[in-house]
């Protein structure tokens, strides 16, 4: 299981940063980012929340 | 104008339709609701366009690159004549008229200016900003009028100084910028039309001004990179302030207002709020949720697209109403009720996709402390009136009271 941020794909709405805020967080220009160490998360249930907040599906799930 | 029908068509109801009680889904709203997530609805002028009602559908739907949002496109479709006219008249509007790959390069500008640690960082001022609105109405005395008070003048002050707007230029705005997102009636479309042409203007010079003499706001941070970078120009860029700054006006004000009504009518959630604040996030999502004050999206297919055993053909125009998706029986239990307590967070109400509301949370951050500073302050708050006696916005506008007079 493993997590990441299509930042290309990324539109700075933030929804994953309020939902595991464990997890995500944001760059300096507004993009969704992984925190140090949070893929090892991916398996949260928040992640998962996360994933479906996410106005354009930019957090990809893995495995 | 494909498919049209005579609008006394029931299988393709007049639409929008007109709320009685400002927080309430319009009578219609029912039927439309129990026809499925897709249904057809007739326009004013006679065109049948497709409505989204159902929340799954209208979350595959709003991210779909082939529903386009390119106001110019010569199928769009439009909820009123003043509507059609406005936009005729000028460019598209950058950001929510506009598809990738514009729309990706704007949004990749500004988003720097809306982060998560940019809100966290403005809530002190947002907390004066309300503070000192309620010292001056306490001060003025019984009763007030809400909007032109309180829910107006924040949101105003927090986007001229997230935009670098200088404060004494403000009241300029909150007329012109009311006329822009939220006026109905005879001769209105003309006086929008107008104010939105001040506006601009306005935000030109100002920005020419600032190319001199720089400040720090928002304005000035794409002055410096983007302007002098090249990846935009004068008139670009004054586009973009301008729809930042009306945008950032009339929504919140109007869920401020709204917000108010409905915690008010239903003292038992307003009582749950009052007994523990930590209530209050969840409670403006579900605000958002219940009173969906952008409730019709529009959008036209630019290629076929099948979905919920449907076609819809290029070229057709799609009503989304985030209403009828925030008060879905399927996505939601009890769709209906106001419940401060429920996790409304899969709403629709900042929108879905690529154009998602990007003021999101700063508006939240703003609704809170309006919220939490206006009942903290003023308890005894009432309106001397039943909310389906209050003024309503025009169906086709953004949804919300045109007047909030309060006691206390
Ligand atoms: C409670 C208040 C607010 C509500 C209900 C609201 C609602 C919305 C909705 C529904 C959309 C999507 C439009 C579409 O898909 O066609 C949107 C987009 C937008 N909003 Fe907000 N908004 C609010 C506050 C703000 C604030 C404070 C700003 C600050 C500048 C703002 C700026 C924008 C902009 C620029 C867009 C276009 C984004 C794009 O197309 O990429 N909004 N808003
Ligand atoms: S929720 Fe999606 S769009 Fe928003 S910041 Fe995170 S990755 Fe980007």
Redesign the pocket.
């Given at each position: 299981m493993g997590v990441s941020v299509a930042t290309d794909r990324c539109?700075g709405a933030a929804l994953c940063a309020m939902t595991a805020p464990e997890v995500f967080t944001q760059d300096d220009d507004g993009v969704g980012q992984l925190l140090p160490g949070g893929s090892e998360r991916a398996g949260d249930p928040s992640v998962k929340e996360a994933a479906r907040a996410c106005p354009v599906q930019a957090i990809i799930l893995h495995g | 104008m494909q498919n049209t029908r005579p609008p006394e068509d029931t299988a393709a109801p007049a639409y929008p339709m007109t709320r009685a009680c400002p927080y309430q889904m319009p009578v219609g709203y029912e039927e439309l609701r129990e026809r499925g997530p897709l249904t057809k609805v007739t326009l004013y002028d006679g065109r049948q366009v497709w409505l989204v009602t159902g929340n799954e559908v209208g979350r595959a739907l709003?991210p779909d690159p082939r529903l386009s949002?390119d106001v110019l496109h010569p199928g769009f479709p439009f909820l009123a004549p003043r509507i059609a006219a406005q936009t005729q008249q000028r460019a598209a509007p950058p950001?929510?008229?506009?598809d990738d790959p514009q729309?990706g390069r704007?949004?990749r500008m500004?988003i720097p200016g809306?982060g998560i640690r940019r809100v966290a960082a403005l809530r002190p001022e947002i907390e004066r900003i309300a503070e000192g609105l309620v010292d001056e109405m306490l001060h003025r005395g019984s009763p007030a009028e809400l909007l032109s008070q309180y829910a107006l003048p924040l949101?105003s002050a927090?986007?001229c100084a997230?935009l670098g707007v200088p404060f004494e230029d403000r009241g300029y705005f909150d007329e012109r910028s009311r006329h822009v997102l939220s006026s109905s009636g005879e001769g209105e479309a003309e006086q929008a039309r107008k104010a939105f042409t001040e506006i601009l203007a306005y935000l030109y010079d100002l920005i020419a001004k600032k190319e001199k003499e720089p400040g720090d706001g928002l304005i000035d941070e794409l002055i410096a990179h983007q302007l002098a970078e090249g990846s935009v120009d004068h008139q670009e860029l004054a586009m973009i302030c301008s729809?930042?700054?009306v945008?950032?006006?009339e929504?919140?004000s109007?869920?401020i207002a709204l917000g108010t009504v409905t915690l008010l009518e239903h003292p038992d959630q307003l009582a749950l709020l009052r007994a523990d604040e930590s209530l209050l996030p969840g409670a403006v999502e579900e605000l958002?949720r219940f009173t969906s004050?952008?409730d019709v999206?529009?959008?036209v297919a630019a290629e076929d697209i099948e979905v919920a055993g449907h076609t819809i053909r290029a070229g057709d125009g799609v009503a989304?109403s985030?209403m009828l998706m925030n008060r879905d029986p399927r996505a939601w239990e009890d769709p209906d009720s106001f419940d401060v307590r429920r996790s409304a967070g899969r709403h629709?109400?900042?929108?879905?996709?690529?154009?998602?509301?990007?003021?999101?949370n700063?508006?939240?951050a703003?609704?809170e402390i309006a919220f939490r500073t206006l009942f903290r302050r003023i308890p005894g708050l009432r309106v001397p009136v039943r909310s389906d006696e209050l003024p309503l916005n025009a169906p086709y506008v953004?949804q919300g009271v045109a007047e909030l007079p309060v006691e206390w």
């Open positions: 539109i | 709003f949002s950001l929510v008229g506009v729309h704007q949004r500004v809306f949101p927090v986007i997230l729809l930042l700054l945008s950032g006006h929504t919140t109007n869920m958002m004050i952008g999206l529009m959008r989304m985030t629709v109400a900042f929108g879905y996709g690529i154009h998602q509301c990007i003021g999101q700063l508006a939240r703003e609704m953004l």
